[in-house]
């Protein structure tokens, strides 16, 4: 049996898998993730290593495999576990091992020399006393200079320590490759508070609060660990339980990772955080440099935070000893990877959770089908909070037929209900957001006077217009002549729709001379923090409506909105993609909960083509169940996730030709491997979404089954199967699980 070692887990180079025999005593012994130390180099020295996979076969000639040396007896370190989940990773989502350990491991960037660097003690003072008294045992002066000196101060600057202490690097490197120091460069993230900002605030709980709060500490106290998913509506207070499970688990010395789509990371939230857990919170964001990342991931390492924020890659901290994963705003497709592997933080979240004796709670207004289907089917522990906890009312909802418009004679884009509304609220000095329906525009065809899209009449998701002047189905690949007429109802009016957040602006400018207005989206947001500063210039009141894309239905609270339009509500209806009804439904949904969040109630209008369709009438009605209920229908019917699993298999390559032979090929040996379960289904080839990007053909065979782990094997034999047939290292050829 052979080992795959991978030895150095901290640089940016990390790119090398060695393998190692294993020596007949370790047989059984070794899995993924464990600590071994190997012969390496020339000179045969001693280094640590982490097993990343297990083979019988080996790749290389076999006199010049060296033997594993032996397994070194410690506990296991928080970066054994997170080796082990990158193998997990490998295998469930696809890839290579060494793209799942980057994705999991933090990695340190190259060192700019401009920057001034710190020497920061990873140990704690016994550990490092027993490490100092080594040193001296050894004789290792140089070694044991630096040691008490980090001793003394746990953050050295790195300077004093090469010229005062007269330190060299490769001592400094030793250390740190043992682990008990690391060189952090760049400033620090720290939090603009001072430790006596910390207030503890006394919150009179909502019964259903209490119910959750009570619950989960009881259960985790006890030791039990769930998956617990809080359906709660916007402001029902969600955020406030988290905090309370995260003390529960802080107090038992144990840290919490809190995931939050980065959007909805405002400076509001964050302060609430650090108002309740001081400095011993650290975020993480994009603004960050990779730098001040890896510091980040150092602190909580080294047990200087109990508590992590930021958006999916914050999953990885690698805290020594976590207790709880909180994902907020679980349903939010963000929490997929876009880049391999194509994990989904949910999923990969309950995995560390498991190997680590944690709890995950997830939380939305709106949960995923995924979500809600597992918590329906007893694998999760289900809570409700239908009350705001402040009392304040849900928004009266309208609903208006675009059609119903046209026929009386309004061919703005903006209803007369709508337009009565916005007037009541400039004289009164209220605002108002109008949100364009625009998410995955992808140029599907409608009739403005029935409101009727074309579809595919093997897949039921609507066909998109190519340039060629065909309509074409990106699941099946079937294709159709552009239609000029509707196949309903023969009127002209068909077509793509087209209005853009600038027409609906100018619109607003004409109907309402007086009406400040703002604008955000694709064209006004491309500078750094504009979306920030539009966002802050709205709540200032600086503006009476500001017109934008799904990105203004997120984050910040408004007090002062009190009406809140959708243009084109059904637009993502159409997009080429089984969740469209539910992401439909999850917009709408924000949308409306924007209005009316302070003391004055709000109201909503929808404006649709199609105000019967269920994601519409039951967004309008706010009702959840009775849209959970038609989707999962849908979704059993169509054998689409969560009811049944889905694998995408993209296959892109410069030549055309090839690339066509490929996919046949492809096909075919996936319809031969799966012929023994019935309940595999082959589709496509097809194109996703955009067919050629610079010259590159991408093509998408899609693979539908009950079981999961029937496509993981599918996946396994493709990648096998790619690999001892030549012509296909002239394509690329990624796995997407459960697409979103
Ligand atoms: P969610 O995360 O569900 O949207 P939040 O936790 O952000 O809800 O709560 C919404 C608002 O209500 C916040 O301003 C929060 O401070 C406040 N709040 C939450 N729970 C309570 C409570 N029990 N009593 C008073 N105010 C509360
Ligand atoms: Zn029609
Ligand atoms: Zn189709």
């Given at each position: ?18 393998q ?27 280094i ?37 989940l ?14 799942a350990?980057?994705?999991v ?62 330190i ?11 682990g ?6 760049e ?28 619950r989960f500490?009881e ?49 509001q ?36 935070v ?15 000893n ?22 989904h ?5 309950i ?10 709670v ?15 089917r007893?694998?999760?522990v289900?809570?409700e ?11 009266q ?17 903006l ?16 605002q ?27 897949c039921d ?47 607003v ?63 993502s209806?159409y ?32 404006q ?19 849209f ?19 694998l ?23 319809l ?10 082959v ?11 610079k ?7 899609y693979?539908?089954?009950?079981r999961?782990?029937i ?21 690329r ?8």
């Open positions: 049996m052979f080992a795959d070692v991978i030895v150095d887990i901290q640089h940016e180079k990390l790119d090398k898998i060695f190692y025999r294993i020596p007949e005593e370790m047989e059984g012994r070794l899995e993924p993730g464990m600590q071994v130390l190997v012969p390496f180099g020339k000179g045969n020295r001693q640590k290593g982490y097993v990343t996979g297990i083979s019988e076969e080996c790749d290389y000639d076999l006199s010049k495999v060296k033997e594993i040396a032996e397994i070194p007896e410690r506990g296991v370190e928080i970066e054994a576990k997170l080796v082990a990158a193998a997990w990773m490998k295998e469930n989502y696809g890839g290579t091992m060494i793209q350990l980057k994705t491991l933090p990695i340190k960037q190259k060192e700019n020399a401009k920057v001034k660097k710190r020497l920061r003690l990873l140990l704690d003072e016994e550990t490092g006393k027993r490490q100092l008294h080594y040193y001296l045992e050894k004789n290792q002066k140089a070694r044991a200079r630096l040691m008490a000196a980090l001793l003394d101060d746990h953050l050295l600057e790195y300077e004093l320590v090469t010229k005062k202490l007269n060299t690097l490769p001592v400094i490197r030793a250390l740190e490759e043992q008990v120091l690391a060189i952090e460069s400033q620090v993230f720290r939090t603009p508070l001072k430790e006596t900002g910390r207030q503890e605030e006394t919150i009179d709980y909502t019964p259903e609060q209490r119910r959750i709060i009570d500490r259960d985790y106290l006890q030791g039990i660990r769930h998956t617990y998913l809080i359906h709660g509506v916007t402001g029902s207070g969600k955020t406030e339980v988290y905090m309370e499970m995260i003390r529960t688990v802080v107090e038992q010395g144990r840290q919490a990772i809190v995931l939050i789509p980065e959007i909805a990371l405002t400076y939230t964050v302060m609430r955080f650090y108002r309740r857990f001081g400095d011993r919170v650290a975020i993480m964001n994009s603004r960050l440099s990779a730098g001040e990342r890896y510091d980040q991931m150092m602190r909580a390492r080294a047990g200087q109990d508590v992590m924020i930021g958006p999916r890659s914050a999953l990885f901290t690698p805290f020594p976590l207790g709880l994963i909180v994902i907020d705003e679980e349903h939010e497709p963000t929490y997929k990877s876009e880049q391999t592997p194509r994990y933080a949910r999923e990969t979240a995995r560390r959770a498991q190997t680590e004796d944690a709890g995950v997830l939380g939305s207004a709106t949960p995923s089908m995924e979500a809600m289907y597992r918590a329906r007893g694998e999760y289900l809570f909070m239908k009350n705001r906890s402040r009392m304040q009312q849900m928004a909802v309208y609903t208006v037929d675009m059609r119903e418009e046209l026929k009386n004679g309004n061919r703005l884009i209803s007369r209900k709508l337009m009565e509304l916005m007037a009541e609220r400039l004289a009164k000095g209220e108002t957001m109008l949100f364009l329906n625009r998410r995955g525009y992808s140029g599907f065809i409608s009739c403005r006077e029935c409101g009727h899209v074309v579809k595919c009449p093997h998701v609507s066909l998109s217009v190519h340039r060629d002047g065909t309509m074409r189905c990106h699941y099946c690949g079937y294709e159709q002549p552009k239609v000029t007429v509707c196949p309903e109802c023969g009127s002209r009016y068909i077509g793509e729709f087209r209005a853009g957040t600038q027409q609906i602006e100018d619109l400018h004409q109907a309402f001379p007086q009406a400040r207005v703002l604008r955000m989206d694709m064209d006004t947001t491309r500078q750094k923090d504009a979306h920030e500063k539009i966002l802050s210039a709205f709540a200032n009141e600086e503006a009476d409506v500001l017109v934008g894309t799904q990105m203004i239905v997120k984050g910040h609270d408004f007090p002062n909105v009190t009406l809140v339009g959708v243009l084109a509500a059904d637009m209806l997009t080429a993609d089984y969740r469209s009804g539910e992401r439909t439904f999850q917009l709408l949904t924000q949308a409306a909960g924007r209005a009316g969040r302070g003391e004055k109630p709000g109201e909503a209008v929808i649709t083509y199609d105000p019967s369709h269920y994601a519409i009438e039951t967004a309008a009605a706010q009702d959840y169940e009775a959970y209920g038609e989707e999962i229908r849908y979704r059993e019917l169509m054998g689409y996730p969560p009811v049944e699993n889905l995408a298999v993209f296959i892109s390559g410069e030549d055309e030709a090839l690339l066509e032979k490929g996919c046949r090929y492809l096909k075919e040996y996936i031969r491997v799966s012929r023994g379960s019935r309940d595999v289904q589709i496509g080839p097809a194109g996703p979404g955009i067919d050629k990007i010259d590159v053909y991408r093509r998408v065979i693979v539908k089954a009950g999961y782990e496509l993981v094997e599918i996946k396994n034999r493709v990648e096998r199967y790619i690999e001892i047939n030549s012509g296909f290292d002239r394509m050829i990624q796995f997407d699980f459960n697409p979103m």
